[in-house]
């Protein structure tokens, strides 16, 4: 984690109380406890250079998306182990108002590297990625041009003064992966072409400069991959990196497209010749390619629909096949899982209980219920056989211990139970406590930056 400027405030102000605490032979006069502790020589010398670019009619103006989102950031750029500090400005007088400067530590100060201007409504965001392996970080800049238009552009520091490796390329997302495996991480830009279609662009390295590649296609509009879509780096079933592009329609369905490179060109492994649109076409399921199943292989969802019908709370139940994918467009089914993302739990199912169980969900107070079920062949009615629980509120310790409950999980304020019906018992394909215990598990919610 990147030290923050404001972590020595902190810390000087917990030293200052440990020391009158401890009874050293300090003596602190009250005022000496609320009087602000001093930062070091180098971070006093920084903000006068902050306030001399404020004072030339400057305003911070922080990025306003992604991972690095605060006014003054500091970053290793060079990677001599010294940091940087990177301040993103606003100065409305000039003909290219948005400013990014650059301070070089020196000894107990920090001099003015770099300033790096831009024109448009914000600083979008900001990342820094050593692209070319070469020991200096690059910026990649996202500049807010207006309410519609967002434009990338790449800069390198190496020649001492910014130089612009890629120029303000319009953009919706992007991602930088080393997709043709040479040691260098190349860069893919989503965009939509003048028709208004999705569209892949592919930068990579050539005697040193970032240059552009033949394109690829995808499914999702810009629209709806802004929303909730997402662009995920992966690895395919032979091991081959790739771009997973989900795009989400209207909340109702998702396409998903895999992108990788071959033969020194971008390509969709998933793109149909035919429809020009994914194979993978789904119902939304509030999920996204991951590493589900911990291989080291990154799985598409699908969900299928079951023949039980809608629970009381009006939700759907579904099965979610996850397949993995090979550079090749082929795909196998990687693992079987009941996910129930309202409750923020999933459940790996057995292949035996593939075409014999359902499931229904019921909600109630503080308590949510998922009850599986099978038809009995003999007599022809449906069987419920295990029940998993949510349980919050003020009661859950009470609930969780009724008769027959085994407590799967404890968090903070939910606890997550399970019961095992009469119908389990003689059931062929019965689950046991440990079984059951090892196939339940908790979402856990991937946190991304909204533009890559």
């Not at 930062?39 to 250079?49: D, G, M, V």
């Not at 968090?411 to 019906?421: G, M």
Request: charged share 20%.
């Amino acid at each position: 984690m990147k030290k923050r400027i404001c972590h020595w405030i902190f810390a000087a102000a917990g030293a200052c109380l440990l020391l009158s605490a401890s009874g050293c032979g300090f003596s602190l006069s009250p005022s000496d406890l609320y009087s602000l502790p001093q930062l070091p020589a180098e971070y006093t010398e920084l903000n006068n250079c902050l306030n001399q670019v404020m004072a030339e009619g400057a305003e911070y103006a922080a990025p306003v998306s992604g991972n690095n989102i605060q006014p003054v950031q500091l970053e290793d750029l060079n990677g001599d182990g010294e940091e940087e500090a990177v301040a993103f400005f606003r100065n409305a007088s000039d003909e290219r108002p948005l400013k990014i400067y650059i301070f070089t530590p020196r000894g107990q100060t920090y001099e003015q590297a770099a300033v790096i201007e831009g024109t448009g409504s914000s600083i979008y965001s900001v990342a820094y990625e050593d692209l070319d392996q070469d020991g200096w970080k690059e910026l990649l800049v996202g500049w807010r041009v207006n309410t519609d238009l967002q434009a990338l552009s790449v800069y390198t520091l190496r020649s001492g003064e910014p130089e612009e490796l890629i120029s303000g390329t319009s953009y919706v997302k992007y991602a930088v992966n080393d997709l043709n495996q040479d040691g260098l991480w190349e860069l893919v830009v989503l965009r939509a072409d003048q028709e208004g279609n999705g569209v892949a662009d592919y930068y990579s390295w050539n005697n040193g400069e970032l240059q552009p590649r033949i394109s690829a296609r995808i499914t999702s509009t810009m629209a709806e991959l802004s929303q909730q879509g997402r662009v995920k780096n992966g690895t395919l079933a032979d091991g081959v990196p790739a771009l997973f592009v989900t795009g989400v329609e209207e909340s109702s369905w998702m396409a998903t497209d895999v992108l990788t490179v071959r033969n020194e060109e971008l390509v969709n492994i998933l793109l149909s010749d035919v429809t020009g649109v994914s194979s993978e076409v789904a119902p939304f399921c509030f999920l996204y390619p991951e590493d589900i199943n911990g291989d080291s292989v990154t799985e598409v969802p699908h969900p299928v629909s079951t023949q039980t019908e809608a629970g009381e709370d009006g939700s759907s139940s579904h099965r979610i096949d996850w397949y993995a994918f090979s550079s090749d467009g082929t795909s196998e089914v990687a693992l079987r899982t009941y996910h129930c993302v309202e409750d923020g739990w999933y459940l790996t199912l057995p292949d035996s209980w593939i075409g014999q169980v359902g499931f229904s969900r019921t909600t109630g107070t503080d308590e949510n219920t998922v009850t599986f079920s099978y038809l009995d062949g003999e007599t022809g009615e449906t069987r419920d056989f295990l029940q998993i629980t949510r349980l919050t509120g003020s009661s859950r310790e009470i609930k969780a211990a009724r008769a027959g409950q085994m407590v799967l999980r404890r968090q903070p304020e939910v606890i997550y139970t399970a019961r095992f019906l009469e119908a389990n018992n003689g059931w062929a394909y019965a689950m046991d406590e440990e079984t059951l215990r090892g196939a339940f598990s908790l979402i856990t919610t991937e946190w991304a930056p909204s533009d890559s």
